[in-house]
């Protein structure tokens, strides 16, 4: 509501006075060319960044008045290049918010390869490999996986498919409005 920020060293406002609204199930894309604040926009919803004036609302409650740890448990984030931890395995990636909110091991195994299934990736085949033996669109997949690992009502995705070639990323795309869809979730695009 009337949201606007600016950066703490430039002053210059990046957002001002924006209004939206995002109803549940519903997919909302923001456009715009490069610096507009599409992902200032993504980072308010987050609490990674305060709005300089305004508030944003998450379930009716505002960002501020939320636990900044429990909101973002509550966020799915994919980032482009998927964001993923080259240290960690494919199943470790997906597996690390449940793991955070203190899932069992006997509850997080099935819902991880549940996850890689549902992203079109063999859990058999993929939970083992590290992201670096991955290709762009397996990489993108994984990260849409973590995002979705815990269940979280509402997923920001900031040029997750940017950085992917044009037919990988029109499959991706398809792919992502069919699962939004069917799992009714709220994304920020």
């Known amino acids: 509501r009337d949201v606007s920020y600016s950066a703490p060293v430039v002053g210059t406002p990046i957002i001002s006075g924006l209004n939206l609204s995002v109803w549940q199930g519903e997919t909302l ?6 610096g507009c604040g599409k992902t200032t926009t993504l980072k ?3 609490r990674l960044l305060l709005p300089t004036s305004g508030s944003v609302l998450i379930e009716g409650k505002a960002t501020t008045d939320w636990d900044p740890i429990r909101l973002r448990r509550q966020t799915g984030y994919v980032i482009q290049e998927g964001g993923l931890f080259p ?5 470790q990636n997906v597996a690390l918010v449940p793991r955070l909110d203190g899932w069992d091991d006997a509850r997080i195994k099935p819902r991880v390869n549940e996850l890689l299934s549902l992203v079109g990736l063999d859990g058999d085949q ?3 490999r590290y992201p ?6 397996q990489r993108q ?4 996986a973590r ?3 815990a269940e979280p009502p509402l997923l920001l995705l900031d040029e997750p498919f940017g950085a992917l070639d044009p037919l990988t990323r029109a499959s991706l795309q398809r792919e992502f ?5 069917r799992l009714n979730k709220t994304a920020i695009f």
């Not at 670096?132 to 669109?137: D, I, K, N």
């Not at 409005?177 to 869809?181: F, G, I, V, Y």
């Open 29 to 34: 894309v923001l456009l715009g060319e490069s």
């Open 87 to 91: 240290h960690f395995t494919v199943a």
């Open 141 to 144: 997949r994984v990260g849409v």
């Open 147 to 149: 995002a979705l690992a």
């Open 44 to 46: 308010l919803v987050n």
């Open 126 to 128: 993929f939970a083992s």
């Open 132 to 137: 670096r033996e991955l290709s762009g669109g």
């Open 177 to 181: 409005a069919d699962l939004a869809k």
